[in-house]
C-alpha cells in the first residue's frame, strides 16, 4: 500500500468564503500515481470545514443565508467564547458544515457523481490556514 500526505495552504481575502478545490484534490491524487484507493481531506483548523455539495453561486448564498440564521456572526457579545476572539459563530457553522470528507479513488480519478465537487468552507478567514489531504491506496 502506498500513501501520500499534503496540505493545501489558504489565505481568503474575506471572513467567510467557500473555495473549490476539486482540482487541486484531483492533482494531489496524480502526484500520488494511487490509482486505487481512497482520499480523505479535512481541515486542520476548528473554524473551517471541508464539504461536498454543487458548485452553484446561488446554493452559496444560501448557505451563507442559511448559517448566518443558525450562528450569526453579530453581536459578538452574544457568544460566551468571544472573550479574546470574536469568532464564536465562525466555530459553529464549522461544526454543521463538517470537518473532512473521504471520497473514493477509481482508476486515479475521484470517483464522483455528476455534480459532486469538494469545498474548502473558510468561516474565520484572512489568515493562512491549511487542509490535509492524505491518500492512502495502490
Ligand atoms: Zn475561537
Redesign the pocket.
Known amino acids: 500500500m502506498k500513501s501520500y500526505r499534503k496540505e493545501l495552504w489558504f489565505n481568503t481575502t474575506k471572513r467567510r468564503e467557500l473555495i473549490n478545490i476539486t482540482h487541486e484534490v484531483q492533482n494531489c491524487i496524480n502526484e500520488s500515481k494511487i490509482k486505487e484507493g481512497l482520499v480523505l481531506v479535512n481541515a486542520m483548523h476548528i ?1 473551517a470545514s471541508v464539504f461536498i455539495n454543487d458548485d452553484e453561486g446561488g446554493l452559496h448564498q444560501d448557505y451563507e443565508a442559511w448559517l448566518e440564521k443558525l450562528a450569526p456572526e453579530k453581536p459578538y457579545s452574544q457568544y460566551r ?1 468571544n472573550g479574546y ?1 470574536d ?2 459563530d465562525a ?1 459553529l457553522k464549522r461544526t454543521i458544515m463538517g470537518r473532512e470528507v473521504v471520497c473514493a479513488i477509481t482508476e486515479g480519478k475521484l470517483d464522483f457523481g455528476p455534480w459532486e465537487r469538494i469545498f474548502y468552507g473558510e468561516f474565520d478567514g484572512k489568515r493562512a490556514k491549511r487542509v490535509l489531504v492524505k491518500i492512502i491506496g495502490e
Open positions: 473554524t467564547h476572539e469568532n464564536a466555530h
